[in-house]
């Protein structure tokens, strides 16, 4: 999701930034920018109907009198966008379905390749997170090489059951005799796994309309690759003729496509998104929602998703184990550790960083890559340190920070360069400690506006603090 | 001769070009593309369908229609223009003229970008190893083409191993080995989670030591933005070229056929690390609609060198430009009578019908 609409987000920006500059807005101002708004939306591979629908819409409300002539036409202009785009792609998260009783059967259909498998995983271990669920996979893909295998080691990774009968049974009887076995272990989720396909192959289209008939399930999720192109509607209309399929799962969201199926999906099929996949790790499921999404195009940020995520990834459990004294308005090595393992654990931070309003469309941040190696290596170098010089910046000298780059297998520069940000992270640390946002404006390229984000910014600093409370407290435990 | 001239040949059947033994490639271009003729038959169906005057509000229609076959809005802009020129140019009126000098432009477009395209697969011929190094993104169809290409070579005769560098996916190695059994052919493989360079390296020992032909190397897919997976993908490139400098003779970017834009980003991304020497496009026979292969041959310039075509094991074929074009246009060219195709535009009309709901 975060790179997902970079493209789109920077065309849009372009095209209501030339508004913003204009003090008065006419008709033929508005008509200008939504033909560079289809442009882009075309571009990103938006289907060709939701786009002229999309443009109509927008247009029609944009050259209202009301719009025009009031103060803030740019401003309001821009709602319209964002309110059209939540609405097309469905106003509000829609939840899985459920079954009344035990369990719940979701069945993944879709092409081969748009990641029905590794979702089905990531699927059951979001269900156990949030629900304590106690999923069973059914692994019916009998066609593709090895597919059970895989389902079998993701089931291993999870730690949750797979029902599998190798590739020599009908999928049909697959899923029947899965079922019975659901039963037996009292399952309350059933997650059925099956072949890709093409929504034109008629044999195939009849084995999952036949496991349809067979065990009713709850939810048909669709996978939709985020990556294909105008066919996506097509494929949607043909899997949705033959199956009830109740919602879609966007997947590969985190390539930099610019993501016109979130945009099409919804409109074309009527059916939700309800979940996106983005990154190869099982846990990285999101629920959709549309107008977080919306906002994110348009390159306003998503505070409430990063809130959330750093919510569910701060360890308290680490925070609890931690005890007394107060070195406070100090910022050292470990402070610095703490705080990266708190990010990372938060995500990629390219991904985090585009959540922050006012970065995703900054070109400062345009071509930041920040690649996860990079971080372990900047921890390399901390965990090469003595006590004492982790404690004590200061005593680093140039003896020692030979010694620290032999001891982490890095350069001698990339050591200067990552003293040089810990003495910028330092500086930025005090002075958020003390509340002072000032001299802070230059460090995201005036990024970080607003009240939303200086909220953000000192509720940063202040788990920062308290954890480090907890730490010192602890590790004075640990001494005595 | 342009290449719409040589086409049409071909489809008039008085042609040179289309040997006989080519004839049953042709017959599975045929089937394959049935979809995306269908499609690209359709839409220009229906655009003229609606025809009444060459003016503004067509070209915007063609434009249209182009972009929805996945050409890319760049491309689409050009050859609308281009052809407003020429209908112009030509004063054509009629609706099967226009058609006419829309499907010529086409095809020429076509074979222009292609020019100097090489669409054949190298191999070395000092008795080393021929390597294949196959990339792309999750699910393109990487390991599931090498086995069909296996399939392909040992039939031939020839000596194939192949290397499961894809250590990282759940069940890949298996997947690789599966299709080794099917097919007879060894594979080299490690424990999951694996270096896959050293995996590369010793698949590179194996194929020196033992005389193989060929050397098919599978990867992990991975998204073209992650910098890190690149840098893996490249460091896999290096490995194999220090051992066999000639070596890999092939970069094969797989491509997914119903890929829209980002097509264009996955081949720039991965051939500025590994430099892709050709195209793999993949499950061209269901959605696609084949204006991703203008798209890149336009604005890429790489060439296509396979297709798949279907499920079957022969259904991987060498990708022959004037082939693909003609069962694109099949049933365009010449006969673009609206009369004949009245059934064909309502299942369109419908099918935009649906769109809209």
Redesign the interface.
Known sequence: MNLAFEGLTERLQNAIGKLRKKGKVTESDVREMMREVRLALLEADVNFTVVKDFVKQVRERAVGAEVLESLTPAQQIVKIVNDELTKTMGEAAVPLNKAPHIPTIIMMVGLQGAGKTTTAGKLANYLIKNEKARPLLIAADVYRPAAVDQLKTIGQQLNVPVFDMGTDHDPVEIVKQGMIQADLQKNDYVIIDTAGRLQIDEKLMTELADIEAEVQPNEILLTVDAMTGQAATEVAKGFNERLNITGVVLTKLDGDTRGGAALSIRAVTGKPIKFTGQGEKLDQLDVFYPDRMANRILGMGDMMSLIEKAQNDFDEKQAAAMAEKIKENSFDFNDFLDQMDQIQKMGPLDEIMKMIPGVANNPAMKNMNISPKEMDHIKAIVYSMTPAEREEPKILNASRKRRLAAGSGRPIQEVNRMIKQFDMSSKMMQQMSKGNMSGMEGLFGNGVQGKLGKMAMSSMARKQKKRKKKRLKNAKRFKS | MGLFDKIKKAFTGGNADVPEQQEETTEKYEAGLE?SRQTFGQKINALFANFRTVDEGFFDDLE?ML????V??ETALRISDELREEVKLKNVKRSDEVSQVIVEKLVDLYGEAGQDEDNALHFTDNGQPTVFLFVG?????K??TI?KLAHRYRQAGKKVLLAAGDT?????I??????GR?VDVPVVASQ?GGDPAAVVFDAVKTAQQEHYDILLVDTAGR??????LM?ELEKIKRVIKRELPNAPQEVLLVL?A??????L??AKQFNETTQVSGIVLT?L?????GG?VLAIRNELHIPVKLVGLGEKMDDLQDFNPTQFIYGLFKGLIDIPETTDDGTNTSEFKSD?E????
Not at chain 2, 67 to 70: A, K, V
Not at chain 2, 174 to 179: A, G, I, K, R, V
Not at chain 2, 223 to 228: E, G, P
């Open positions: 979809k249209e972009i929805e076959s996945d890319g809005y993104v999750n699910g393109a169809g390991t599931t086995g990282f996916r759940a069940g890949a298996e997947q690789l080995q599966e299709w099917r999951p998204l073209q933005n992650k910098v890190n840098n997914d119903s890929t829209g834009q980002n097509a980003s996955q499950k026979d269901g959605t696609a609609r991703i935009s649906n769109t809209q709901d």
